[in-house]
């Protein structure tokens, strides 16, 4: 007689569950490989789900590999739930490459808060930088009418709050107006990721506790390290999920410790390359992610939000 076939059962995640819909490579770091390992380190269960696979990032001279389309995205989703397995506490997405796939998670968003309403979905809306798109034009007013409406946090850089706003940001005032956009469209909590004025690299962060009251809003001045990375826009969502999470009504606080995370491994990373005698500047530098993990677990607070008042 043949035995009973035994269940499996995934415990529930006191610190929280979270599906990260995002690129892998096999070597380096971007993508899932930047994010779910700090993840892991800040607390998190983590549920990977790779858009696309390939050998390298394509920052190199070549790479192969393969592509998840919009269908095989939800016949993984339709798997988790028919094991009772789609609970999650949050949602992370990074770069997606076609409008087919981008509609294709608004339909996993839809899904997921039907079982969780109040499931907080972190988007980094990547969609290039310094006035060149890395994506499909199309993908920019797909993001802006059906992303943003239901994103509980956006990160998008300079550029991208750019498109998404259709605001020019030249001055710190036009960085706060363009987070008080993207609040009246969806997402409570709004972090520019990098601002460039005059020279100076910042980061503004905005928070809408109460929408009968102005959010609250930061700046944290971000020094330039000369030298360009990999994966460090990956990196830094998946740090201000982990932190903002913990500290829910301070985003600021969870900036703070973001920024400091990141700007410690991105040195180490200089210092490193340095010591092995590369040119820090004359190629794209692969992040010492784990080499890091002291920085990512308890990062010593080194860089300090101004709140605007």
Not at 7 to 31: C, W
Not at 214 to 227: G, T
Not at 259 to 273: E, G, I, K
């Amino acid at each position: 007689m043949a035995s009973p076939p035994i269940l499996s059962l995934a415990l529930p995640s006191n610190t929280g569950r979270v599906l990260s819909i995002q690129s892998h490579t096999v070597q380096g770091y971007v993508g899932n490989k930047s994010a779910v390992f700090p993840l892991q380190l800040l607390g998190y269960d983590v549920d990977p789900i790779n858009s696309v696979q390939f050998s390298n990032h394509t920052g190199y001279p070549t790479f192969k590999g393969q592509v998840l389309n919009g269908q095989e995205l939800l016949d993984l989703i339709e798997g988790l739930e028919a094991n009772n397995l789609l609970y999650y506490t949050h949602l992370l997405t990074g770069y997606i490459g076609s409008d087919s796939f981008l509609n294709s998670v608004l339909e996993v968003v839809d899904k997921l808060r039907s079982i969780n309403p109040n499931l907080t979905y972190v988007c980094d809306p990547v969609m290039g930088d310094e006035g060149k798109l890395y994506v499909p034009e199309d993908l920019v007013s797909v993001y802006r009418e059906k992303v943003v409406p239901v994103a509980s946090m956006l990160t998008p850089n300079q550029f991208e709050a750019e498109l998404l706003t259709k605001l020019r940001i030249g001055s710190e005032t036009d960085g706060l107006k363009a987070c008080n956009i993207l609040h009246a469209a969806g997402p409570s909590k709004v972090v520019i990721t990098s601002i460039n004025i005059e020279g100076n690299l910042l980061l503004i962060g905005s928070h809408l506790k109460d929408k009968k009251q102005p959010p609250e809003q930061f700046k944290i001045a971000i020094p330039k390290i000369p030298a360009y990375f990999t994966g460090t826009g990956d990196l830094m969502t998946a740090l201000l999920l982990g932190w903002s999470n913990k500290f829910p009504d301070n985003l600021d606080k969870a900036a703070e410790l973001a920024v400091s995370s990141l700007q410690a491994l991105l040195q180490r990373t200089l210092n490193d390359y340095t010591s092995a005698g590369f040119d820090s500047k004359s190629s794209s530098l692969e992040i010492r992610l784990i080499q890091s993990q002291d920085d990512i677990r308890e990062p010593k607070l080194t860089f300090k939000a101004h709140k605007y008042t």
